[in-house]
């Protein structure tokens, strides 16, 4: 079992910035991908960005140029800064974690982007 806890989420007027945080319970950067993913009311959980255990990352095109997933084995934490946003980034943004089919879920942090 992996929990997983985020922080980071507020409100920010258009064009500001957040730096998001998930902290795992144990040390799994190196065999788990890690992921951020949001919610919006009434859409589908999307993912925003990723990164692999070996280090590569990927982006939905929408967020590709304003958010970057990071993460600092030594605190044990994957970061997402975001910035440049928009109202329409606004969303509950989740923590996940995978291994093949295995996938552990954070609780989710709100973002609010509005002036």
């Known amino acids: 079992q992996v929990q997983l806890v985020e922080s980071g989420g507020g409100l920010v007027q258009p064009g500001g910035s957040l730096r998001l945080s998930c902290v795992p319970s144990?040390?799994?950067?190196?065999?788990?991908?890690m992921g951020w993913y949001r919610q919006a009311p009434g859409k589908q959980r999307e993912l925003v960005a990723g990164?692999?255990?070996?280090?590569?990352?990927n982006y939905l095109d929408s967020v590709k140029g304003r958010f970057t997933i990071s993460r600092d084995n030594a605190k044990n934490t994957v970061y997402l800064q975001m910035n440049s946003l928009k109202p329409e980034d606004t969303a509950v943004y989740y923590c996940?974690?995978?291994?093949?089919?295995?996938?552990?879920w954070g609780q989710g942090t709100q973002v609010t982007v509005s002036s």
């Open positions: 996940n974690a995978a291994l093949g089919i295995e996938t552990y």
């Open positions: 144990r040390s799994i950067f190196s065999i788990y991908d």
């Open positions: 990164i692999t255990s070996g280090g590569i990352t």
